[in-house]
């Protein structure tokens, strides 16, 4: 999953909850005791969703349809594939209020190191609402792909993703049905208490 889909899932917790799950993958340990708690807490949560996608037989599946060779790098690929069918399955209203929320969140607080250039692009560029078109989506998983060292091994996947849209779209529809009942979490709920 990655920034759309770890927000909504994120979405029932504050303010705080909500900034962890979308700056989780620029902090690195197991020490998450410089942040705020439910800070900490929603980076344990992404890192929770981030297990349970990976391990989902779905997603196994799907890495396997991957051309040879481009295995090891098709994880990355889907995981923003995945936010663009989820971009396409939001009631529009309901996926804006949350986009809003995020991008004032991630314009508010510094974002760790890691992610400190890619932020300010991310919200300038409206990531969040283009996921729900495929060439921004196809894009986004090539600009990845332009920040690892080596080859673009990500842009050789493009034209897979392309002609195994519905089937990976069948895959995400498996993958997101497993998701959602096990990791959304309910608006209000104290993260804080059992």
Request: glycine share 8%; net charge positive; proline share 6%.
């Amino acid at each position: 999953m990655n920034f759309l889909a770890h927000g909504w899932l994120a979405r029932g917790g504050s303010d705080d909850f909500l900034y962890g799950n979308l700056v989780a993958d620029g902090v690195k340990g197991g020490d998450l005791g410089g942040w705020h708690v439910a800070v900490a807490e929603g980076i344990r949560h992404h890192r929770r969703v981030d297990a349970f996608v990976d391990a989902h037989p779905a997603v196994r599946q799907a890495r396997a349809l991957a051309p040879d060779g481009r295995r090891r790098y098709a994880g990355i690929a889907l995981d923003v594939l995945w936010d663009h069918f989820l971009a396409i399955r939001l009631p529009r209203q309901e996926r804006d209020v949350l986009v809003q929320r995020c991008y004032r969140l991630l314009e508010e607080r510094p974002a760790p190191a890691r992610l400190a250039a890619m932020m300010p692009v991310l919200v300038r560029q409206d990531w969040l609402r283009g996921y729900a078109d495929f060439r921004f989506t196809c894009r986004a998983v090539e600009g990845i792909g332009r920040r690892l060292s080596g080859p673009n091994r990500l842009a050789e996947l493009l034209p897979w993703l392309e002609r195994d849209y519905d089937r990976l779209e069948a895959v995400f529809c498996r993958l997101w049905d497993d998701v959602a009942p096990a990791l959304e979490i309910p608006p209000g709920r104290d993260l804080n208490r059992p």
